[in-house]
Every structure is written in structure tokens, then in C-alpha cells.
């Protein structure tokens, strides 16, 4: 079985100063894809990043990167130049390419503040 | 490409009563899933559907949950009867492939007094 842990219940950061939001897991697996989601006081759940484990490179997404390290098992999300717009809880998930479903972290809420 | 909609938003009933929430996934994928976040605890899988097919119910709770898929299209969740326990919010996602990425509804907020 995988579990994911956000160690970080709330995090709070200036705007337009960089944070950065961490992930750790635990899987036997080596074929898997791991996500960031962001979940808004309005409620829906939006995709923020997506990694393939078998990609070496960190993936991107404009101004939200991650720090992949596959032999450590962590996964952190870093969002730079942030937005009052990125207030919203953040879930870490690790989805499993064999099984098809996702294992989700407690969340970490995040505030920006102006 | 209309997404992931889920109806109702919100839902509070009475211990004992049946509340059915509904799933309407993105059009063409097979794949839908429900999850669930109970009293601000960590979101966890309850089944998937493919297609019309239980793939994997291995996180239904008990049989007081009862999920259908009819016509491989929008989905169900019926709970009978509600408990306490089962407030929480209830997400639905689809993918096109079990390995594509897996998109989310807004919830239900499901309150049982």
C-alpha cells in the first residue's frame, strides 16, 4: 500500500515571495505518476503539475515547479512570484499506473497574504 | 470540454435517511472514480468504474454504499441509511485511460446530523 505525507498543515507566504510546499511518500512501486492538486475556497479541485516517475526532469507549469527525488521519495511543490489567487489547500497524490487510483496526502493550506 | 460535474453541491439530511449524489464525467472517459474527505482527514478512494464495470470497490466503507454506473455514462452514490460518520465531502474524477491523468468535480458536501 502507498501513503503520502504533507507535513505541513498550514503555510502562509508574502505575495510575489517563492514557497515551497513538501511531499513525501512510500510505495514499492517504480511505475507510478505523481500530482499536485489545488483545491480553492470555491471547492474545485484543479490539476497544478503532474510527474511521471520514469522522467528524470522536474516537471513545470509557468510559475509552479516541482523537486522530484525519486531515491528520497519526496516530491515538494515550489511556487514562485505567488498570487493571492494561490490561496487554497494543496494535495499532494500518488497515483498508482497499475491499480488506477490516487493516494492523497492530508493537504497543506496555503495563504497568500498581500 | 465541459468538466467533471457533480450535483448535488451540497446535501444535509437527517441519520437514516438516503442521500444519492451524482457524478457526470468528462464525455469519453471510461474511467470514473469516487472519493471521499471525511471530517478533514486525507481524501480516499472509494471505487472506479470503467466503463460500466466496478473495477475496484476496495474502498467502499460497508453496504450502506451503494455505487452504480448504468449505461457507462454518469454515475451514483447512494448511501442507505446515512450515519454521522459518513458527513464529508465526496469527489468524482474521470480519465480517458487508466493511466491518464484524473480530473475532479467540485464535490458534494454531504452533512448527516
Known amino acids: 500500500a502507498q501513503t503520502v505525507t504533507q507535513s505541513q498543515p498550514e503555510m502562509s507566504v508574502q505575495e510575489a515571495e517563492t514557497v515551497t510546499l513538501s511531499c513525501t511518500y512510500d510505495?514499492?512501486?517504480?511505475?507510478?505518476?505523481l500530482f499536485w492538486y489545488k483545491q480553492p475556497p470555491s471547492r474545485q479541485m484543479i490539476l497544478v503539475i503532474r510527474q511521471e516517475a520514469y522522467k528524470q526532469q522536474n516537471a513545470t507549469e509557468n510559475r509552479f515547479s516541482v523537486n522530484f527525488q525519486k531515491a528520497a521519495k519526496s516530491f515538494s511543490l515550489k511556487i514562485s512570484d505567488s498570487q493571492l489567487g494561490d490561496t487554497a489547500m494543496y494535495f499532494c497524490a500518488f497515483f498508482n499506473t497499475n491499480a488506477g487510483k490516487s493516494t492523497f496526502g492530508d493537504g497543506t493550506t496555503l495563504t497568500v497574504k498581500p | 470540454e465541459a468538466g467533471v460535474t457533480q450535483f448535488p453541491s451540497h446535501s444535509v439530511i437527517e441519520k437514516g435517511q438516503t442521500v444519492t449524489l451524482r457524478c457526470d464525467p468528462i464525455?469519453?472517459?471510461?474511467?470514473l472514480y469516487w472519493y471521499r474527505r471525511v471530517m478533514g482527514k486525507e481524501i480516499k478512494f472509494l471505487l472506479h468504474?470503467?466503463?460500466?464495470?466496478?473495477?475496484?470497490e476496495s474502498g467502499m466503507p460497508n453496504n450502506r454504499f451503494l455505487a452504480e454506473r448504468t449505461g457507462g455514462t454518469y454515475s451514483t452514490l447512494k448511501v442507505q441509511p446515512a450515519e454521522l460518520e459518513d458527513s464529508g465531502v465526496y469527489f468524482c474524477?474521470?480519465?480517458?485511460?487508466?493511466?491518464?491523468?484524473?480530473?475532479f468535480g467540485p464535490g458534494t458536501r454531504l452533512l448527516v446530523l
Open positions: 464525455s469519453g472517459h471510461d474511467n
Open positions: 510505495t514499492s512501486e517504480n511505475n507510478y505518476y
Open positions: 468504474f470503467v466503463k460500466e464495470s466496478k473495477q475496484d
Open positions: 474524477a474521470s480519465s480517458r485511460q487508466l493511466q491518464e491523468t484524473q480530473y
